[in-house]
């Protein structure tokens, strides 16, 4: 896993939490990298895993609840970071069709070594966006919430309902993006 999602999460974490609260976790974490990460790193992914269910302990907030809400943050910051991705782009279904075909590819560019999940996307249903998620990392949850922060980016009134797909692991899911007002 690329060293940002770590160097992102911790900023979270500090920012949302308080500084402190990110060094005990780190601490409590016992990582094998030590909680020392560069954003062009790469990390076991086993890391994010044991830091989030650190600060799951200390705040009493579920993990599914705390990826999801580092998923909206993590969306804000690619925004920030990568503002390339977005040019022409305007509305969230626009934006989510081309993770795979185009993001992913931009970002195997700079990472040759990244480990992306794959989407497959399904734009049949006018006004509905299917997108099935699949990785061989726990990370479902993390992805849903970047599905929200880029509607909620956008702007855009829609409903965003999750089918997981491998019973509470996290490595598939489904999900429907369905614009409010759309006829089905």
Do not use: W
């Amino acid at each position: 896993m690329k060293g940002i999602v770590f160097t992102e999460f911790l900023e979270m974490v500090e920012k949302k939490f308080s500084p402190e609260l990110a060094d005990s976790i780190i601490e409590e974490a016992e990582l094998p990298s030590g909680g020392a990460y560069t954003s062009v790193g790469t990390y076991d992914h086993r890391e994010m895993v044991q830091l989030v269910s650190c600060l799951s302990k200390e705040t009493g907030i579920s993990t599914a609840d705390l990826l999801r809400s580092f998923g909206i943050y993590m969306f804000g910051r690619f925004y920030v970071l990568f503002p390339q991705y977005f040019d022409g782009i305007d509305t969230s279904f626009r934006f989510l069709e081309k993770i795979e075909n185009y993001i992913h590819v931009e970002v195997r560019k700079l990472y040759p070594d990244a480990e992306l999940p794959s989407f497959e996307c399904d734009t049949s249903q006018p006004g509905c966006l299917r997108l099935t998620y699949r990785s061989t990392r726990p990370f479902a949850s993390l992805a849903e919430g970047l599905i929200r922060g880029c509607v909620a980016h956008f702007g855009e009134d829609a409903d965003v309902e999750v089918e997981d797909l491998s019973n509470g692991a996290g490595i598939m899911a489904r999900f429907l993006i369905s614009r409010r007002g759309t006829s089905s």
